[in-house]
């Protein structure tokens, strides 16, 4: 193999970065989405998005598309089915989203900040051992829901997954910033984190708007879910727990609250991760998400995007 | 006697362990402006809370256009047409004027009739017009108060309600909004206007409620009122 020069190679990890902050920013934009109407940390996000894993992997199963006994790996799935698959997730997952605001932090929308942050903390443990009781301990292999393709760009590899992860981000960020700025609904929800008493005032169905909040956050995580299981096949009830906390940390570093800040915050982490992960130590990686947690709550409190004044979104 | 739009009866409402309004019965008639007043704590504001639906009523009824209203949420009763400038203006600072003013009108879709309102609004308060891509936050406390008024009118109003209009403003700033306020009245609106300001209040009102402690104890024209000996002593800082 010929020698790959330096910059090759951290054009690699920047590659690998864009499509590893892609799902952190898919994941981050249901904490910024919740805590700009509610002001609340969903820590049941994390587990929303393992759902979102298993509810695909389940449908597979059932469409008998999974691995044999022996562990290799099924046919491909067709690209409809794979949409599909995403589709039921994604509704199910929403769904799981929104009983979880219905069952454990509406009855406390009175109560303070405090009582619905330990309940959400409460929801994702419930979520975690519970998955583990349902789902089983041992990892799952996730079905082939593309054949890897890797692609050659002047000696930078560029798996498809990779493609796929980047473009359906995009594609979603995208659609999400036109839900919010220019719809109906969206107008509701901005209302809502505005000040929720007025946007009632103004005719705005608020337990309406904030389950949709959830609904839009959670099908979100969902596809965050699939994406990152079509790249690393193995699925556990735990694997919300890691991105869950990485993407909450994007969120802050890019400004809770703020959508695009959110992407930015998950892109910047992605990106640093990978390339420190490949230049130095992979278990260095670990530590860069807390490093740029600290330096923003240093220097700008509100993150990078955050406004300064007393504003949610 | 005229049919009411707007009834009160017998009304309790408590915060916890509070007794905020303790049996209070008021109407509101078509094309009336009716003034509650009474100084701080009386229980204005949770009168108003109470009817749009903010908070339910321990007993008593709350009639709306001939219907009980006790379990409507707000925002359907916004969109039947009672719609509220809540105390403190309740301006969405980071929004512009015009995106404050359209989201008055959240629950209408007639859009030709809405930019059609959006013009009326600037006719009405021009100082609005000017700061139109101007953030509600930048506006001046008289500003924010037509800013207030004018989005509620955004939601086609049958009976709008009126918390404290006059709340920190100069005497020149009050009589221009409550000049605006007759106008208003005059295009058929009914408001419903609540009032610690009793000398304002009285003057641009047809009936009026004097609310003490939760309790009405004094209601009639509000002609009649201004002359009242005892509303003079406790409200209008005379005799
Ligand atoms: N959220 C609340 N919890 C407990 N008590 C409350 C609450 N809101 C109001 N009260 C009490 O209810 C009573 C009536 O309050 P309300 O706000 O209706 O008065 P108000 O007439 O509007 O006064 P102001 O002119 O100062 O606005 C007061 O004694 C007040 O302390
Ligand atoms: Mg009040």
Same mark, same amino acid.
């Given at each position: 193999m010929a020698e790959v020069s330096l910059t090759t190679e951290v054009l690699q990890y920047v590659t690998n970065g864009v499509a590893k902050g892609s799902t952190y920013a898919l994941m981050a934009v249901g904490y910024t989405l919740v805590y700009g109407v509610l002001?609340?940390?969903?820590?049941a996000h994390a587990e929303v998005y393992m759902l979102g894993s298993y509810f695909a992997w389940y449908q597979a199963k059932w469409a008998g598309y999974l691995p044999d006994s022996k562990g290799a790996r099924a046919e491909t799935v067709p690209l409809y089915m794979v949409a599909l698959f995403v589709a039921g997730a994604m509704a199910a997952c929403a769904l799981a989203g929104m009983l979880i605001e219905r069952l454990a932090y509406r009855p406390l929308?009175?109560?303070?900040?405090l009582a619905p942050l330990i309940t959400a903390i409460g929801v994702s443990l419930l979520l975690q051992y519970g998955g583990q009781v349902v789902f089983g301990t041992e990892p799952k292999l996730f079905p082939t829901f593309a054949e890897t393709v890797v692609y050659d760009a002047g000696g930078v590899k560029i798996p498809n997954t990779n493609i796929y992860i980047v473009v359906t981000s995009l594609v979603l960020m995208l659609g999400l910033t036109f839900f919010v700025n220019k719809t109906r609904p969206g107008a509701a929800m901005r209302a809502c984190s505005h000040d929720m008493r007025t946007a009632r005032l103004m005719g705005v169905n608020v337990n309406a708007t904030i389950s949709l909040t959830f609904a839009i956050g959670s099908a979100l995580a969902a596809v965050a879910g699939v994406l990152v299981a079509m790249d690393q096949p193995a699925i556990t009830p735990l694997m919300g727990v890691r991105i869950g906390l990485k993407a909450f940390v994007a969120a802050v570093v890019g400004g809770i609250g703020s959508i695009p800040g959110a992407a930015l915050g998950g892109l910047l982490l992605g990106v640093s991760e990978s390339v420190v992960s490949g230049l130095w130590k992979p278990v260095y990686s670990e530590a860069v998400a807390f490093v740029f947690l600290i330096v923003v709550l240093l220097v700008k409190p509100s993150g990078i995007l955050g406004k300064s004044v007393r504003e949610k979104v | 006697m005229p049919e009411p739009v707007l009834e009160l009866a017998e009304v309790n409402v408590f915060y916890g362990a509070v007794?905020?309004? @303790? +049996?209070v019965s008021l109407r509101v008639n078509e094309g009336e402006v009716v003034s509650l007043i009474g100084g701080n704590g009386a229980g204005k504001t949770t009168t108003l809370a109470t009817i749009c639906g903010l908070l339910r009523p321990r007993s008593g009824l709350v009639t709306y256009r001939g219907a009980d209203? @006790?379990?409507?949420?707000t925002h359907v009763l916004v969109g039947q047409g009672l719609v509220m400038a809540p105390e403190g203006r309740g301006?969405?600072?980071?929004?512009?004027v015009e995106e404050n003013l359209r989201l008055g009108a959240y629950? @209408?879709?007639d859009k030709p009739a809405i930019a059609a309102d959006l013009k009326r609004g600037f006719e009405l308060f021009p100082r609005l017009a000017e700061r @139109?891509?101007?953030? +509600? +936050?930048?506006?001046s406390g008289g500003e924010q108060q037509m800013l207030s008024i004018a989005r509620a009118l955004m939601g086609r109003p049958k009976v709008l309600l009126l918390d404290e209009?006059?709340? +920190?403003?100069a005497p020149l700033v009050t009589q221009a909004i409550f000049a605006t306020i007759d106008q208003i009245n005059k295009e058929g609106v009914t408001i419903l206007l609540v009032e610690q300001n009793a000398n304002i209040a009285l003057k641009h009102s047809h009936r009026a409620y004097v609310l003490e402690t939760g309790e009405v104890q004094f209601n009639g024209a509000s002609t009649e009122l201004r002359n009242d000996p005892r509303v003079k002593a406790a409200y209008l800082g005379e005799g």
């Open positions: 002001q609340l940390i969903n820590f929308r009175n109560a303070g900040r | 007794h905020a309004l @303790r +049996g209203v @006790r379990r409507t949420p301006i969405f600072p980071n929004l512009t629950t @209408r879709r @139109r891509r101007q953030k +509600g +936050g930048t506006l209009p006059s709340l +920190g403003l």
